[in-house]
């Protein structure tokens, strides 16, 4: 397993959720979030979705995260991250900030 990976994600956070000022509920955010998954799987573009979509600053970049070793996420992240084969989209991983989809992009 390689020390360092280069991931994007899109995030949906929910009142509640750690450092979220979003005021939809969890569950109308993992309906979101789902939704924007079959829209992923019927070939929309993972970057575009990102900016559209995703609380996280890093949507202006796409999603991108950059390249980070083991360690500087949460572990639910990851765990789903690291998981990843390169180019691969996880399914919804939940963790104390939202819901999140992962693309590793290595």
Known sequence: MSSQIRAAH????????????????????????????????????FEQLARQYSDCPSSEDGGDLGFFPQGAMVPEFEVAAFALASGEISGVVETPFGFHLIQRTD
């Open 10 to 45: 899109i995030l949906l956070m929910y009142k509640g959720a750690m450092r979220s000022q979003a005021t939809r509920s969890k569950e109308e955010a993992l309906s979101a979030i789902s939704e924007i998954l079959a829209e992923i799987k019927e070939g929309a573009d």
